[in-house]
């Protein structure tokens, strides 16, 4: 069992930042952490993924905006989200997975958080 604990949503105005974390408990044995994030009325979609021993990965919406980082000392996941847009707006989930499989695919991961609100206003 994996237990993932989200923090840092917020509202924040268009073009500012915030900085995501996910605090990981449990099984440490990891193929993939990664964000996702849901907007009302859409299916949950990819963000960004650290993958062990890899790259880290991006959908190419954030690319360049995001950056995804972990510190294994804290066992915690960083979403660092620059130049927000209103399009941004959602509920950001934090996501394990313990096999391999399609990184951006949500039913590659196994084990997911509770969601944190991100609203970006114009």
């Known amino acids: 069992q994996v237990q993932l604990v989200e923090s840092g949503g917020g509202l924040v105005q268009a073009g500012g930042s915030l900085r995501l974390s996910c605090a990981a408990s449990g099984r440490t044995l990891r193929t993939y952490m990664g964000w996702f994030r849901q907007a009302p009325g859409k299916d949950r979609e990819f963000v960004a993924a650290?993958?062990?021993?890899?790259?880290?990965n991006y959908a190419e919406s954030v690319k360049g905006r995001f950056t995804i980082s972990s510190d294994n000392a804290e066992n915690t996941v960083y979403l660092q989200m620059n130049s927000l847009k209103p399009d941004d707006t959602a509920i950001y989930y934090c996501?394990?997975?313990?096999?391999?499989?399609?990184?951006?695919?949500?039913?590659?991961?196994?084990?997911w958080g509770q969601g944190t609100q991100v609203t970006v206003s114009s």
């Open positions: 996501a394990a997975a313990v096999k391999w499989g399609v990184v951006r695919y949500p039913v590659t991961y196994d084990f």
């Open positions: 650290v993958i062990s021993g890899g790259s880290p």
